[in-house]
């Protein structure tokens, strides 16, 4: 597979051509162990990779990049994995909403700047879906979005916990003295059991 949707691979102005131009990108990737054959003009599918123990939404998307290289490899593509910016509410302040754009851009520029044909998105909340979506919208590039799905429901004295309203529920509850703080701390370890994003049905999900 050399195009497609029948268009020129962007990554030929890369690693296609003769002389220098091509010499260059192509020998500083084979530096990285990439063998000759991944130069034979199959797409350069990107991996826009939101993974960060920062962002507990996302943790998980380090592992879930391999299946995904696993599987461009598979449909004859040249996987190549990058980080980009990654936010996460619990966190982030005051809040990651003013740094979506930023993200939006960071991912944008990646494209544009690098030999990449399409993308796969790795994301997993309501502010790092979006600004992945928009910067490769605005590259005009074949993009699919995976996303990291909601975190387990946690459960507290019989109950499954939610990860947004159950927290303010708990938290009046200490503060007004109907549990106490072994109470509240054996809450706060029972609600947020994997990675994932919110498991209410807020935003994210």
Avoid at 32 to 39: I, P, R, T
Avoid at 96 to 117: C, F, G, K, W, Y
Avoid at 144 to 157: D, E, W
């Amino acid at each position: 597979m050399s195009k497609i949707d029948g268009k020129p691979n962007r990554s030929a102005e890369w690693f296609a051509r003769d002389g220098k131009y091509g010499f260059i990108p192509r020998s500083w990737m084979k530096s990285q162990g990439f063998s000759a054959e991944l130069f034979d003009g199959r797409p350069v599918i990107g991996i826009c990779n939101t993974w960060s123990e920062l962002t507990s939404c996302n943790r998980h998307l380090r592992d879930l990049a391999e299946h995904v290289k696993r599987g461009v490899l598979m449909a004859g593509g040249f996987p190549l994995e990058f980080p980009v910016t990654s936010m996460g509410e619990p966190l982030m302040r005051p809040t990651t909403m003013l740094l979506r754009n930023l993200v939006s851009m960071d991912v944008e520029e990646t494209i544009r700047a690098n030999p990449i044909d399409g993308v796969v998105l790795l994301a997993g909340c309501d502010k790092t879906t979006p600004a992945l979506l928009m910067g490769a919208a605005s590259c005009d590039v074949p993009t699919i979005l995976v996303s990291g799905g909601p975190m387990l429901n946690g459960r507290y004295r019989g109950r499954d916990l939610g990860s947004g309203t159950d927290l303010f529920l708990i938290d009046e509850a200490y503060r007004t003295g109907q549990i106490d703080k072994a109470g509240l701390d054996a809450a706060e370890s029972a609600m947020s059991r994997s990675a994932g994003s919110c498991m209410t049905m807020g935003t994210a999900s």
